[in-house]
């Protein structure tokens, strides 16, 4: 097994019913952007009734039928914010307590050392977060929480650091398939091929995500030099 292999991120998605939400986060090929996509999957209908909304900088889920909300806790946060120089992409509303801390002088680290997975037993769904630091030169990290143990019991916190590769990304998702109860992402993030162009690489992600299950995805890429963001937002509802 080749440790240092690269995929491209459809063969990885394409064949996979449910990978639930997915964060990549790295540098263009080019080595002239920072690059990053959060997307969303859904397999109830509490879950898929949401679009990705842009605010700024900012993404936000809303219900598309707000008629049809169930439960509004676990399904509409912020999962896309910027906070001084980084910007923070997670699945939840620790997106917001991410912020708050790097505000008060802490660290991504320290917030989430505050958090925990997601109260949905028996899925226990992880909690998965990606900082993008732009303060000096241009580094990222990756988070996941997840449960210890099939009761939910304790929580364990893995944080993985990266030194930016042009042309290499990081792919972290919730779950590994679909399942009852869904099997958990385990291992380290998944090093994905990161093209030059927004476009393909956008597209490239929404076209082999489950037709059945995909709801939104957002991509930003973000030119090192000047700072001007170029965004892509795909929403299943419309």
Not at 90 to 109: R, S
Request: aromatic content about 12%; some cysteine.
């Amino acid at each position: 097994m080749n440790v240092y292999q690269i995929e491209n991120i459809k063969d990885l998605i394409k064949d996979n019913e449910y990978v639930g939400r997915g964060i990549v986060t790295g540098l263009s090929a080019d080595g002239k952007k920072a690059v990053f996509a959060y997307f969303i999957m859904g397999r109830s209908a509490n879950s898929r009734n949401r679009v990705f909304v842009e605010k700024g900088d900012e993404v936000v889920i809303y219900p598309f039928d707000a008629s049809k909300v169930e439960d509004p806790s676990l399904i509409i946060y912020s999962p896309v914010r910027k906070a001084g120089k980084s910007v923070v992409v997670t699945n939840g509303d620790q997106t917001d307590t991410v912020c708050e801390y790097l505000a008060a002088g802490k660290t991504f680290e320290e917030a989430l050392e505050t958090r925990c997975f997601e109260p949905d037993a028996p899925n226990f769904t992880p909690r998965i977060s990606a900082i993008l630091n732009f303060a000096d030169g241009f580094t990222y990290k990756q988070s996941i929480l997840k449960s210890g143990d099939e009761k939910g019991s304790v929580c364990n916190r893995y944080t993985f650091s990266y030194t930016p590769v042009a042309g290499l990304g990081h792919f972290i998702h919730t779950y590994n398939c679909n399942g009852n109860p869904i099997p958990t992402f385990t291992g380290e993030p998944e090093r994905v091929k990161i093209p030059d162009e927004i476009d393909v690489f956008a597209e490239e992600i929404w076209e082999n995500l489950n037709e059945e299950n995909k709801i939104s995805l957002y991509v930003r890429y973000i030119d090192l030099a000047t700072g001007k963001a170029e965004n892509r937002m795909f929403n299943k509802n419309k």
